[in-house]
């Protein structure tokens, strides 16, 4: 595999609106080495949703830059995938065919792509609802298929957008592991923007809390839980000292404050 | 009491309204407020009209001989004729202006000088263009034909155009992540997301022509079931002239239930996402 160190410098971005120019984001300085979980969490508005589309290449910064493995990202392309905060499947295929799409796009071979999209439609639970059209999904099940359609695409880079938001308890405790499998199995770089602390700290290797608009990293920690999981049960790992402290310090950082010293 | 059934219960309002309407009509037929009473048809006379103008029946005054339908053709014959004519047009309309209307939209600058063209030719009453096209094309279907192309064409174009231009954005961009090449994206994308567009364009289009058409067929249009409307009218046929009517309008209908179902079909997910 390439070199896909993600590297961005001074990273800015603008927009046009109504009432003048919004500074949506940045500066941002960033490098993400490969086989890297970052968690990406900060109040709503701040601009995760911004970087995470230069990132994928769906525009171009008002300043700085972002390379992928040495090359200047310019638009979007198939080694990094994108699961959308609003899911964007497509009406006119069925769920099975939404998620054989990547593959099909490469002219893979009918049984073979037909094998990948089963067993990524099996790991989000949607192997019965295959035949269906988006629309006829809720909300989480489409959301879980648009993560079987990334994931079978097998991209070295997934940058992911609230992926977990819409889904009950349960369901995203078992996601979140399923992402933990298969970040440990494949050595992806992964990109998780979540509004969920624990979530941030629980699946993070690494953990960032962007500030309110213009968005800055303020808070860039490492984290150790997601590599472990696997020995140790997720309500221990929760219980753990560190874990509770660096979920209170990413909870203030979120919110703007110096964190609070227990005595 | 008897449990009625569903599908007679919905169906009874209809019933009776469709009752009320033939009564209404025979009674102003019966009566001698409109005169000459030959104005005023009753719908049974209208119905032996319209079997007449399907088989063959002796011509009657006396003269021992037997025709076919009106005019030498089946009434049904009248209405296949007319309708190849806007079959023709559409399919000539079709392929002019879905292409055209993708162009227009993919790229904006082509479409920005085209649009006022399209604009103006979908503003012109297509009846205007007779004259001209029967000078270039003769009498016959040709120049029918090209009217029906001219009235169809720009409500499909700017359907098409109305289409591409609502593709949603995102919808690209996840098909480019998931490794599209540029061509990928219009075959994959583009070409689906405009497809319940392009159904609605061909609905108004179809409407368009089968008035433009009718209207058309005054001008030597036989066979052709306007032309029948026509001629029967002028000859003081009324009931043969009311049967066409009924059946111009059941046809349209028709038309327009089959692009209905078709749309269903193509797009069902139109409205839903
Ligand atoms: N296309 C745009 N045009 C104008 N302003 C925009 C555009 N996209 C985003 N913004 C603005 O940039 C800011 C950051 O938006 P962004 O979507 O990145 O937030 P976010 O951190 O993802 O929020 P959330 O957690 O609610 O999803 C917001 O104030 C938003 O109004
Ligand atoms: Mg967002």
Redesign the interface.
């Known amino acids: 595999m390439s070199d896909r160190t993600v590297v961005v410098a001074g990273l800015e971005q603008c927009f046009r609106a109504r009432g003048g120019e919004v500074h949506a984001l940045g500066p941002i300085d960033l490098t993400i080495e490969p086989g890297e979980l970052v968690t990406l969490a900060g109040p709503s508005g701040c601009g995760k949703t911004t970087l995470l589309r230069l990132l994928a290449g769906f525009g171009l910064p008002s300043g700085g830059s972002i390379t992928v493995g040495g090359e200047p990202v310019r638009a979007p392309g198939v080694e990094r995938g994108v699961v959308f905060q609003q899911p964007t499947l497509y009406p006119w295929l069925d769920v099975r065919g939404n998620v054989e799409l990547g593959p099909r796009l490469r002219g893979s071979a009918k049984v073979e792509r037909r094998r990948t999209a089963e067993r990524f439609l099996e790991l989000v639970g949607l192997q019965d609802v295959a035949g269906l059209r988006p629309y006829e999904l809720s909300g989480g099940m489409q959301q879980r298929a648009q993560i079987a359609r990334v994931l079978a695409n097998d991209p070295d880079i997934v940058l992911m957008d609230e992926p977990f938001g819409a889904l009950d308890a349960l369901t995203r405790e078992r996601l979140q592991n399923e992402l933990l499998t298969i970040w440990r199995e494949t050595g992806k770089t992964i990109l998780f923007i979540t509004h969920s602390v624990d979530e941030a700290v629980f699946l993070g290797s690494r953990v960032l809390v962007m500030s309110p608009r213009p968005g800055r990293i303020v808070l860039d920690e490492p984290a150790r839980f997601s590599t472990a999981s696997h020995e140790v049960p997720p309500e221990e790992l929760r219980a753990l000292p560190e874990f509770t402290e660096l979920a209170a310090r990413v909870r203030s950082a979120i919110q703007h404050v110096e964190p609070v010293v227990a005595g | 009491m008897t449990p009625v059934l569903p599908s007679v219960r919905r169906a009874l309002p209809h019933v009776v309204t469709l009752a009320v309407v033939l009564t209404a009509w025979s009674l102003v037929s019966a009566s001698d407020v409109v005169k000459p009473a030959y104005l005023t048809p009753s719908p049974l006379e209208v119905w032996e009209a319209f079997v007449r103008a399907n088989t063959y029946h002796p011509i009657g005054g006396g003269v021992d001989r037997v025709v076919r339908g009106e005019e030498n053709y089946f009434l049904w014959e009248h209405l296949v004729v007319s309708l190849r004519r806007i079959g023709l047009g559409l399919a000539i309309a079709l392929v002019v202006a879905v292409p055209l209307g993708l162009t227009m939209g993919l790229f904006r600058g082509f479409g920005r000088v085209v649009g006022p063209y399209v604009d103006f030719l979908r503003s012109i009453p297509p009846l205007a263009y007779i004259g001209f096209l029967i000078a270039w094309f003769g009498f016959y279907d040709t120049s029918k034909v090209w009217l029906l192309v001219l009235a169809a064409f720009p409500p499909i174009t700017l359907a098409t155009l109305n289409g591409v231009r609502g593709v949603?954005e995102?919808?690209l961009?996840?098909?480019?992540?998931?490794?599209?090449?540029k061509r990928?994206t219009l075959t994959?994308?583009l070409a689906?997301?405009t497809?319940p567009d392009i159904l609605s364009g061909l609905r108004v289009a179809v409407g368009f022509a089968w008035t433009t058409v009718v209207a058309a067929e005054l001008a030597n249009g036989l066979p052709g079931i306007g032309g029948l409307a026509y001629l029967s009218g002028t000859q003081n046929k009324i009931a043969l002239s009311v049967a066409c009517i009924l059946v111009i309008g059941l046809t349209a209908i028709a038309l327009d239930t089959v692009l209905r179902i078709l749309e269903k079909q193509l797009?069902?997910?139109r409205g839903?996402?």
Do not use: E, M, R, Y
């Not at chain 2, 961009?173 to 998931?178: F, W």
């Open positions: 949603k995102d919808h961009n996840a098909a480019l992540s998931l490794g599209a090449t990928q994959h994308v689906p997301a497809v797009a069902p997910w839903k996402a």
